[in-house]
């Protein structure tokens, strides 16, 4: 037997059987004997007909018109709603974008339209990402107290900026009869954008790309002078801020080849005191860290021109350069 193949009708066969049979003048074996179709198909077409003279006559297909005119409109609806939100935003995204610091309580007083009727302020709120209630916020005035506060850490600060919160409550406590806490003061110094000024760590960290040179004293035993000298920076703390003082010494003798002081962490003055203790001799090593002071390129060519020979690496914690006479005897 060959493969069975499915029959396909065509609509107004099907419908010349059913109705046909919906006649009832013939039986459904007689029908399916002359239309040659399965008993059952013109039973299933019959009933389909029937069914459908039914709802001829019936509301539901307007009842579905209605509800798909609703549903279209209600997409309508929500599309211009869309673009007006959209439009709304477009608006204030330039300055917010720019202004990543604002608080929410200074979003809704700068970029919220309370008398608007298109879009409600819960809305607003969500579009532009803060509370609703930050909308409704009223800023409490600052209190009398606080101010004659805020003016005498003001004018502490003025006077003397190295003072933190601990020490700037100690000041207000003693200016004002009356204890004055530590966090209290910093809260009120931070409002203002005041704070201490003093040497932070990493002060000197480089951020620029430069040559990095090993760590060659590991297990060396320094045995005569001259055979490592090394430079550090530090800070002294005077009554109205801070100097800066660089030394090179001669780690054999322990003896201070040159120093210099400074107010400020610019490179000259150790480039100065370099230059100054060179003047004396010329180390085998010079033993330093990667401060920017230390790595500016001329400074390394201060070393350079006293032929002076380096030894390169990628991984490093200091620079060390050598002499050309340490390598005079190998």
Same mark, same amino acid.
């Given at each position: 037997?060959? /493969?069975?193949?499915?029959?396909?009708?065509?609509?107004?066969?099907? $419908?010349? *059987?059913?109705?046909?049979?919906?006649?009832?003048?013939?039986?459904?074996?007689?029908? $399916?004997?002359?239309?040659? *179709?399965? /008993?059952? !198909?013109?039973?299933?077409?019959?009933?389909?007909?029937?069914?459908?003279?039914?709802?001829?006559?019936?509301? #539901?297909?307007?009842?579905?018109?209605? #509800?798909?005119?609703?549903?279209?409109?209600?997409?309508?609806?929500?599309?211009?709603?869309?673009?007006?939100?959209?439009?709304?935003?477009?608006? @204030?995204?330039?300055?917010? =974008?720019?202004?990543?610091?604002?608080?929410?309580?200074?979003?809704?007083?700068? +970029?919220?339209?309370?008398?608007?009727?298109?879009?409600?302020?819960?809305?607003?709120?969500?579009?532009?990402?803060?509370?609703? =209630? =930050?909308? +409704?916020?009223? /800023?409490?005035?600052?209190?009398?107290?606080?101010?004659?506060?805020?003016?005498?850490?003001?004018?502490?600060?003025?006077?003397?900026?190295?003072?933190?919160?601990?020490?700037?409550?100690?000041?207000?406590?003693?200016?004002?009869? +009356? @204890? *004055?806490? @530590?966090?209290?003061?910093?809260?009120?110094?931070? !409002?203002?954008?005041?704070?201490?000024?003093?040497?932070?760590?990493?002060?000197?960290?480089?951020? #620029? /790309?430069?040559? *990095?040179?090993?760590?060659?004293?590991?297990?060396?035993?320094?045995?005569?002078?001259?055979?490592?000298?090394?430079?550090?920076?530090?800070?002294?703390?005077? #009554? +109205?801020?801070?100097?800066?003082?660089?030394?090179?010494?001669?780690?054999?003798?322990?003896?201070?080849?040159?120093?210099?002081?400074?107010?400020?962490?610019? =490179?000259?003055?150790?480039?100065?005191?370099?230059? !100054?203790?060179?003047?004396?001799?010329?180390?085998?090593?010079?033993?330093?860290?990667?401060?920017? !002071?230390?790595?500016?390129?001329?400074?390394? $060519?201060?070393?350079?021109?006293?032929?002076?020979?380096?030894?390169?690496?990628?991984?490093?914690?200091?620079?060390?350069?050598?002499?050309? @006479?340490?390598?005079?005897?190998?």
């Amino acid at each position: 037997m060959g /493969p069975n193949i499915r029959k396909v009708f065509a609509p107004a066969f099907k $419908a010349k *059987v059913a109705l046909e049979a919906a006649k009832g003048a013939e039986t459904t074996g007689q029908l $399916a004997s002359r239309f040659s *179709v399965h /008993p059952t !198909q013109i039973g299933v077409w019959k009933k389909k007909l029937l069914e459908g003279l039914e709802r001829i006559f019936s509301d #539901k297909d307007k009842i579905d018109k209605e #509800k798909d005119r609703a549903f279209v409109d209600e997409l309508y609806k929500q599309i211009g709603k869309q673009k007006i939100e959209i439009e709304w935003l477009k608006k @204030r995204w330039d300055c917010l =974008s720019n202004r990543a610091a604002l608080t929410p309580h200074q979003i809704a007083d700068t +970029y919220l339209n309370k008398l608007s009727r298109q879009i409600p302020i819960y809305r607003q709120c969500e579009l532009l990402g803060i509370s609703k =209630s =930050s909308s +409704y916020y009223d /800023p409490t005035p600052v209190s009398p107290e606080d101010m004659d506060l805020m003016r005498r850490i003001d004018k502490i600060h003025t006077d003397l900026p190295s003072y933190g919160a601990r020490t700037m409550a100690a000041a207000l406590t003693g200016e004002v009869g +009356y @204890r *004055v806490g @530590r966090k209290r003061t910093g809260s009120l110094m931070e !409002q203002m954008g005041i704070e201490a000024i003093y040497p932070k760590p990493r002060l000197s960290f480089n951020g #620029k /790309p430069h040559p *990095v040179f090993p760590y060659l004293l590991k297990d060396v035993l320094i045995v005569k002078p001259n055979q490592v000298w090394s430079s550090d920076i530090t800070y002294i703390r005077m #009554k +109205y801020g801070f100097l800066y003082l660089v030394v090179f010494m001669d780690w054999f003798a322990r003896y201070i080849l040159s120093w210099k002081l400074s107010d400020s962490l610019r =490179s000259d003055f150790c480039l100065e005191a370099a230059r !100054q203790a060179l003047m004396i001799d010329i180390p085998g090593i010079i033993n330093v860290d990667q401060g920017v !002071q230390f790595t500016d390129e001329e400074m390394i $060519a201060i070393w350079r021109n006293h032929r002076c020979k380096s030894a390169w690496i990628t991984k490093a914690v200091v620079l060390t350069i050598y002499s050309p @006479r340490d390598f005079g005897d190998r």
